[in-house]
């Protein structure tokens, strides 16, 4: 095996409160082909309450834990990974997504070109459910497993990898962009950058599958990225938005039918599935229009806190058998 002085990857993983939350992940990561080029940052709000074990940590070369009091976005949790992170490279990862062995050095290889992020191509963990094949083209869909190689306008949010150094430019306002991933992607090609979907690394992404839980969240997450991406704007521009935001579930719906239609996605389920997604789909995109409206004629309110109550832990917000669907990956 050959030997390496210093990490080539850092994998940010973010707990709100102990490492049973992301243990399930770390399983995942100690998998990596290239384990031994990876470091492990952990960032929890207390290394005494975190409740680890050294053992199953064994195998990771450089692991470092950080903590952050009062941590109340995931966002603020990853830029936080981001600081202390030691490699050149930084992925961020979640407690329920799960890389593929090849995962990190796909991502690695890929970085030795000049893009500025590389994102996984995604699978949907638990598509047992119309919910959550709602939830996962919402989200995922123009990454979804099987996608091409490519440079592209935006990556997966939440589990793309960029190269630290150009990260670090935003300053204090890395925190924000990191709120809707989009928004940063979107900067990052404004200022001349190139960011790359690589299909040789992949996830599996757990998506919601409780409608309790998949209604607040389509709502909320809408009113974040909205609020992200106007957060600068002149007040007109803002009103324009929202004056135009009842047009934006017609326009992803549209796009999203795209994204399902295209080949080895959902050409093998039984019309009547296909037919429930369809009815979530266009249930979920009118309430992250509504979520928009919100954002760009109120803000963010208190949306971001909310929302990330709902990103971790997110075991509790899947039905039962896609429960043991997961654990059967």
């Known amino acids: 095996m050959k030997y390496f002085s210093s990490p080539q990857i850092s994998v940010v993983l973010f ?19 290239a384990q031994n080029r990876m470091e492990l940052v952990v960032v929890a709000p207390s290394r005494d309450n975190l409740d680890l074990n050294d053992s199953e940590l064994k195998g990771f070369r450089w692991v470092k834990i950080v903590e952050v009091l009062n941590i109340d976005s995931v966002a603020r ?3 936080a990974g981001i600081r202390h ?31 500025a992020a590389v994102g996984p191509v995604v699978k949907n963990a638990n598509p047992d459910s119309a919910i959550s094949w709602a939830d996962f083209f919402i989200g995922y869909g123009p990454w979804s497993d099987p996608s091409p190689a490519g440079v592209v306008n935006h990556l997966p949010g939440h589990n793309s990898s ?22 940063l992607h979107w900067d ?25 839980s ?26 324009i938005y929202a004056i135009g935001s009842p047009l934006i579930p017609i326009v992803r ?3 999203t039918i795209s994204e399902m239609g295209k080949p080895h996605r959902l050409q093998n389920m039984e019309l009547s599935i296909r037919l429930r997604i369809l009815s979530a789909l266009a249930v979920g995109l009118l309430l992250d229009g509504a979520g928009q409206f919100i954002g760009y004629a109120l803000g963010a309110g208190n949306s971001k806190g909310k929302l990330s109550r709902y990103e971790c832990h997110r075991f509790r917000h899947i039905t039962e058998k896609d429960k043991k669907a997961i654990f059967e990956l």
């Open 15 to 33: 707990t709100p409160d102990n490492f049973n939350t992301i243990r399930n992940t770390v399983g995942y990561l100690k998998r990596q082909t």
């Open 214 to 239: 998949w209604i607040p969240v389509q709502f909320l997450a809408g009113r974040v990225f909205a609020a992200t991406r106007s957060k600068n704007w002149p007040l007109l521009k803002r009103i």
């Open 162 to 183: 960029y190269k630290r150094e150009i990260l670090l430019e935003y300053g204090d306002g890395l925190e924000s962009m990191l709120e809707a991933e989009t928004v």
């Open 253 to 255: 719906f549209r796009r």
């Open 188 to 212: 990052l090609r404004s200022r001349g950058f190139q960011i790359y979907l690589e299909p040789a690394a992949r996830i599996s992404h757990t998506n919601f599958s409780r409608i309790s």
């Open 77 to 79: 949790g990853n830029v």
């Open 85 to 115: 992170a030691t490699a050149a490279i930084v992925v961020l990862s979640e407690d329920h997504s799960f890389p593929d062995p090849g995962w990190a050095e796909a991502l690695i290889r890929a970085h030795e070109n000049p893009w």
